[in-house]
């Protein structure tokens, strides 16, 4: 077949102005508190992170929410805590952004994938087995695009081992699995509040878990190692020195990103049904065309609608996935790539010598998967354009 890759050109782009993919939704509310967190001169960290920290930890249902400024920088800690070091192994997908395996790295340990199930493209239990050696630590599932994982499967595996199991669930704030928020089962959950993610604050993170030894080791390691009491000691009690303990980091957030997300958690549960909606318009429109729209939800599980997927069938079109991408541009549409597999970047591919045939079913996703826009912000004129824009493009490949 004929590859017109570079052919595609639209005479009116189906929008004048260019949809950009994961604009965040930021409201009155937000830029309220922001503007009075800046007049209080309290900018750094203070009482709105301390605030956002326990409603957040209410909203997921564990016993403790830690706040830190990015969900890399959450996960680097949690692999320290969870005791990580040169050598140890922990076990994740290589369909995930390239952060979940850095900071394994970081850490000192080695990523170790296992390929994902083809239905929910989460990470596949019976792989995770299959890697598990003396040096495995830990199982990092990352629920994709907010789909749950199959939790019963990685825990049951985690205890025969006994591994600890953390979860990125930078896609996964709204997920619940059996009855419980995934972001309280497991060991530790870590959440990104990049500008793209469900509830943003520019960038940020958080880490709930149950374990106390593990929340105060989190704490000293976010704020350079200081013991505990160091983050009182700005307050107008006393001056208090602080000690250093450990060689901590610099991961703490401010109350200028915490004013933020305050406010965009009390939207979490509207914009999350304005994204249902918007779920069952795109797979009414797209079912007929040579593409696969996402799986069904699974029983008794919340998907966190955090991304909306479709895997192009790439055998009936006479383009690749990036010939669709660059074809929507021309319509005004920006889409997103979630994701490159990690194991077909170069670093990987150099260091550890994966190969794509190591990991087929990513390998396969991840030269077909394209990522249409999906926030809460899209009016139904926006969402009929990307549902014009994409029959338009795929019809033309069709031919
Ligand atoms: C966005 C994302 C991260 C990183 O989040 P940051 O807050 O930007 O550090 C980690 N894992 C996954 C799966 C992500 O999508």
């Known amino acids: 077949m004929i590859k017109k890759n570079a052919a595609y050109s639209s005479k009116k782009p189906v929008r004048d102005d260019f949809l950009i993919f994961g ?25 709105k992170v301390g605030k956002f920290e326990e409603d957040f930890r209410k909203y997921i249902g564990s016993k403790y929410a830690l706040a830190v400024n990015s969900c890399t920088a959450g996960l680097h800690l949690v692999l320290l805590a969870a005791g990580i070091k040169n050598g140890d192994e922990v076990i994740t997908t290589p369909m995930t952004f390239c952060a979940t ?20 493209l989460n990470i596949d239990p019976f792989e995770i087995e299959k890697k598990i050696t003396e040096k495995t630590k830990v199982i990092l599932p990352v629920h994709y695009t907010g789909r749950p994982c199959n939790m019963d499967s990685i825990l049951k595996i985690a205890k025969k081992y006994s591994l600890k199991v953390i ?10 699995y059996h009855g419980k928020k995934v972001g309280s089962i497991g060991d530790m959950s870590v959440f990104s509040f990049y500008v793209t993610k469900n509830l943003v604050t520019g960038e940020g993170g958080m880490i709930t878990l149950s374990d106390p030894q593990y929340a105060d080791d989190i704490r000293i390691l976010t704020l350079h190692g200081m013991s505990k009491d160091a983050w009182k000691r700005y307050s107008d009690e006393e001056y208090k020195h602080y000690f250093v303990v450990a060689p901590g980091y610099k991961y703490n957030m401010t109350d200028m990103q915490a004013s933020l997300g305050i406010h965009q958690l009390k939207r979490i549960e509207s914009n999350w049904k304005r994204r249902l909606e918007i779920w069952y318009r795109y797979n009414q429109a797209f079912k007929t065309l040579p593409v696969m729209i996402p799986a069904e939800f699974e029983e008794n599980t919340r998907h966190a609608l955090h991304l909306y997927t479709l895997i192009l069938d790439i055998d009936k079109l006479q383009t690749d996935r990036d010939g669709v991408l660059n074809a929507l541009y021309k319509e005004n549409i920006g889409t997103g790539v979630h994701f490159i597999a990690v194991h077909l970047h170069p670093y990987y591919k150099e260091k550890f010598g994966y190969k794509k045939e190591d990991f087929p079913i990513s390998s396969y996703i991840s030269d077909r998967t394209i990522s249409l826009p999906f926030s809460a912000k899209l009016s139904d004129r926006d969402v009929e354009d990307v ?8 019809e033309y490949y069709s031919r």
């Open 23 to 47: 604009s965040p939704q930021i409201m009155d509310d937000e830029i309220e508190e922001v503007v009075k967190t800046l007049r209080s001169c309290w900018i750094g960290t203070g009482p």
């Open 101 to 120: 395996a850095n900071v394994i790295i970081h850490s000192g340990g080695k990523p170790v994938f296992a390929d994902i199930e083809k239905g929910s």
């Open 167 to 176: 979860s990125d669930c930078a896609h996964a704030i709204e997920a619940e």
């Open 387 to 394: 549902i014009i824009s994409v029959k338009r493009v795929l």
